[in-house]
């Protein structure tokens, strides 16, 4: 079966590239420079030869310079929030919704979801496709869908209590909002039908997830989406709980260490970028996505034969780098968790002294772990650095202070501060 996709993943490579070459001007450019043939592609091996498109690239050509077919055949326009630089503007063909909610439908199908389920969607119906892309995957399935974006978790409660909702879709951070309202109410959580949270659009730790789990006694599923090449359903976690399955007929994937570019092993940290293989009106070639995951070696028991990684560890672009060993801030957030036993405020600073690069990990203690005596903050304080060294083989400096003191940026804390 996986010589089988390899097959169609090669069909699909060679006819998407020589319909961007032809379509897109942004590509033919692109490839002439770097005297590429699309006729010339036989083998997959050869996308490595093929550039990279970036986020700003996708700037440069807004809004509608990336499509690939007429704005006439372009039934929905989605984007995103613009916040640094122009938004990027994705288009679909009806076709591309079909394929949209397809692509949704086999993903909550892959986490049980049958007509028989009530689903409630917290995101936003705006420009954004998450809402849609799930809903839309959900009514192809026949099950019934509760589209409600109120920000007031009591109120979402409400709804999923008299609606009898069985599966909640939200970010990983208002999932756990909810539940810290929800232990505020008289609501029994195991009264509840609710049989399955979906998490989305953010990464979110273990920890987080057994915590759902174990309060509302359900499961809960990570549903990866990529709003440049499809918005939700690119990649999956089924019934089994093993990982992220990438929807590999659809999307050719490449795993690549984020400084050399090159495919990483199982167990090695990298950066996802994407071919899409069946997008008419917004297709991309080796897109790099900027989120980070691990590859697996094992397979899912699910029998699955599409490529398997752990949930996003994080982004690119939060990766450190020091005396040439890389770390993400989530690992830190990790580790602090398997310590201390809580979720812990910290901000990595990086400096120089004396010509050598140096880190401190600056930790706000929760009221629980905040204590008057001395010696017990200094074993905490060891205990965590000796961890540190153990994890990165760095030796990283812990210093506990308020929360008040760490540098913010809109109101949120900076989890780096390079002062090299």
Same mark, same amino acid.
């Given at each position: 079966?996986?010589?089988?996709?390899?097959?169609?993943?090669?069909?699909?490579? =060679?006819?998407?590239?020589?319909?961007?070459?032809?379509?897109?001007?942004?590509?033919?450019?692109?490839?002439?420079?770097?005297?590429?043939?699309?006729?010339?592609?036989?083998?997959?091996?050869?996308? $490595?030869?093929?550039?990279?498109?970036?986020?700003?690239?996708?700037?440069?050509? =807004?809004?509608?310079?990336?499509?690939?077919?007429?704005?006439?055949?372009?039934?929905?326009?989605?984007?995103?929030?613009?916040?640094?630089?122009?938004?990027?503007?994705?288009?679909?063909?009806?076709?591309?919704?079909?394929?949209?909610?397809?692509?949704?439908?086999?993903?909550?199908?892959?986490?049980?979801?049958?007509?028989?389920?009530?689903?409630?969607?917290?995101?936003?119906?705006?420009?954004?496709?998450?809402?849609?892309?799930?809903?839309?995957?959900?009514?192809?399935?026949?099950?019934?869908?509760?589209?409600?974006?109120?920000?007031?978790?009591? $109120?979402?409660?409400?709804?999923?209590?008299?609606?009898?909702?069985?599966?909640?879709?939200?970010?990983?951070? =208002?999932?756990?909002?909810?539940?810290?309202?929800?232990?505020?109410?008289?609501?029994?959580?195991?009264?509840?039908?609710? $049989?399955?949270?979906? /998490?989305?659009?953010?990464?979110?730790?273990?920890?987080?997830?057994?915590?759902?789990?174990?309060?509302?006694?359900?499961?809960?599923?990570?549903?990866?989406?990529?709003?440049?090449?499809?918005?939700?359903?690119?990649?999956?976690?089924?019934?089994?709980?093993?990982?992220?399955?990438?929807?590999?007929?659809?999307?050719?994937?490449?795993?690549?260490?984020?400084?050399?570019?090159?495919?990483?092993?199982?167990?090695?940290?990298?950066?996802?970028?994407?071919?899409?293989?069946? $997008?008419?009106?917004?297709? /991309?070639?080796?897109?790099?996505?900027?989120?980070?995951?691990?590859?697996?070696?094992?397979?899912?028991?699910?029998?699955?034969?599409?490529?398997?990684?752990?949930?996003?560890?994080?982004?690119?672009?939060?990766?450190?780098?020091?005396?040439?060993?890389?770390?993400?801030?989530?690992?830190?957030?990790?580790?602090?968790?398997?310590?201390?036993?809580?979720?812990?405020?910290?901000?990595?600073?990086?400096?120089?002294?004396?010509?050598?690069?140096?880190?401190?990990?600056?930790?706000?203690?929760?009221?629980?772990?905040?204590?008057?005596?001395?010696?017990?903050?200094?074993?905490?304080?060891?205990?965590?650095?000796?961890?540190?060294?153990?994890?990165?083989?760095?030796?990283?400096?812990?210093?506990?202070?308020?929360?008040?003191?760490?540098?913010?940026?809109?109101?949120?804390?900076?989890?780096?501060?390079?002062?090299?």
């Amino acid at each position: 079966m996986k010589n089988d996709l390899k097959l169609i993943q090669l069909e699909r490579l =060679y006819a998407i590239l020589n319909r961007v070459y032809k379509e897109v001007p942004f590509y033919r450019s692109l490839f002439n420079r770097y005297n590429l043939d699309p006729e010339e592609f036989s083998d997959l091996t050869e996308l $490595k030869k093929y550039p990279f498109t970036t986020r700003e690239d996708l700037q440069k050509n =807004y809004p509608y310079q990336m499509f690939a077919v007429p704005l006439r055949e372009v039934v929905r326009i989605q984007a995103s929030s613009g916040t640094t630089g122009e938004p990027i503007v994705v288009g679909y063909t009806k076709n591309d919704l079909t394929l949209l909610a397809e692509l949704n439908a086999k993903a909550l199908q892959s986490m049980g979801i049958t007509k028989d389920d009530v689903l409630q969607i917290t995101f936003h119906h705006g420009l954004f496709a998450s809402a849609f892309g799930i809903q839309s995957g959900a009514e192809l399935i026949g099950a019934s869908v509760i589209p409600i974006n109120l920000e007031d978790p009591r $109120k979402q409660l409400k709804i999923m209590q008299d609606y009898r909702t069985t599966t909640m879709v939200c970010t990983p951070s =208002y999932a756990i909002w909810l539940s810290e309202v929800l232990l505020q109410t008289d609501i029994n959580p195991h009264a509840l039908m609710l $049989k399955r949270f979906i /998490l989305c659009g953010e990464p979110f730790t273990e920890k987080q997830k057994e915590h759902l789990q174990s309060l509302f006694k359900v499961k809960v599923y990570d549903l990866y989406a990529v709003m440049e090449i499809f918005g939700p359903g690119v990649a999956f976690e089924c019934r089994e709980q093993k990982g992220l399955h990438f929807q590999e007929e659809h999307f050719y994937v490449e795993i690549l260490h984020p400084e050399t570019l090159e495919p990483v092993n199982p167990g090695e940290l990298g950066e996802i970028v994407i071919t899409t293989l069946t $997008k008419e009106a917004f297709p /991309l070639i080796r897109y790099r996505t900027g989120d980070l995951t691990i590859p697996l070696k094992e397979t899912c028991p699910c029998g699955s034969p599409y490529l398997l990684t752990t949930h996003i560890v994080g982004r690119k672009d939060d990766l450190v780098m020091l005396r040439g060993i890389k770390f993400h801030p989530s690992q830190i957030e990790l580790l602090l968790e398997a310590v201390t036993g809580e979720k812990l405020p910290f901000q990595i600073l990086l400096y120089r002294e004396e010509g050598i690069e140096k880190v401190l990990l600056l930790v706000a203690l929760s009221e629980n772990l905040f204590t008057d005596s001395f010696s017990a903050q200094e074993n905490l304080k060891k205990n965590l650095e000796e961890r540190l060294y153990l994890e990165f083989n760095l030796p990283i400096k812990v210093k506990f202070v308020e929360e008040g003191s760490f540098e913010k940026k809109n109101g949120k804390i900076l989890r780096i501060i390079d002062k090299r």
